[in-house]
């Protein structure tokens, strides 16, 4: 198994571009999740999904779109990107809820907005 | 505020001598999960401990939720330079709407040789 992949890697937008980030499991996960983490900072819930066609909001969801049409992937959507969106990505994905099952993460995308 | 306090911010260890991080919540903890980021990497899973009073080890590696379930500790036998890195915990905390974990902001580990 791949377990859960991302790309790109690195990006570098300039303000008020938009891109996706992608993410894919392989190892057939209910739950996905998309979060940020700033430098120093703790990762921060973006949104997530617990199955295929249901999304919500996390923490941080302002600026930021998701779809989840198979239950393989997860895209995130960066609309209009910000400064403030500097970040790297990180998408995580789970076979039951947080509370009991254990979540695998991708090696992440470290954008940059300038 | 932060959720998940984590101490110390920083640990810088001679090679071979032991240590230990904390994560403290003021709530209740559900699910506590300590995870190891290498700088510019994803998160690699370590222990996750569920009940009050658990203990899990591996390898080297021990950690503990306390009895009411408002802190966990990480403690690490005779450190060696593969233990460097990002020690992070993660936790399900009561009262948390979103359905995902809340995160400490980490601690940096650097081994000394």
Known sequence: ?114 | SQELEQSPQSLIVQEGKNLTINCTSSKTLYGLYWYKQKYGEGLIFLMMLQKGGEEKSHEKITAKLDEKKQQSSLHITASQPSHAGIYLCGARVSGGGADGLTFGKGTHLIIQP
């Not at chain 1, 990107?81 to 500097?86: I, K």
């Not at chain 1, 994905?93 to 470290?110: C, E, L, N, V, W």
């Open chain 1, 1 to 114: 198994n791949a377990g859960v992949t991302q790309t790109p890697k690195f990006r570098i937008l300039k303000i008020g571009q938009s891109m996706t980030l992608q993410c894919a499991q392989d190892m057939n996960h209910n739950y996905m999740y998309w979060y940020r983490q700033d430098p120093g900072m703790g990762l921060k819930l973006i949104y997530y999904s617990v199955g295929a066609g249901i999304t919500d909001k996390g923490e941080v969801p302002n600026g930021y779109n998701v779809s989840r049409s198979t239950t393989e992937d997860f895209p995130l959507r960066l609309e209009l990107a910000a400064p403030s969106q500097t970040s790297v990505y990180f998408c995580a994905s789970s076979y039951a809820p947080p509370q009991i099952d254990k979540q695998y993460f991708g090696p992440g995308t470290r954008l940059t907005v300038l």
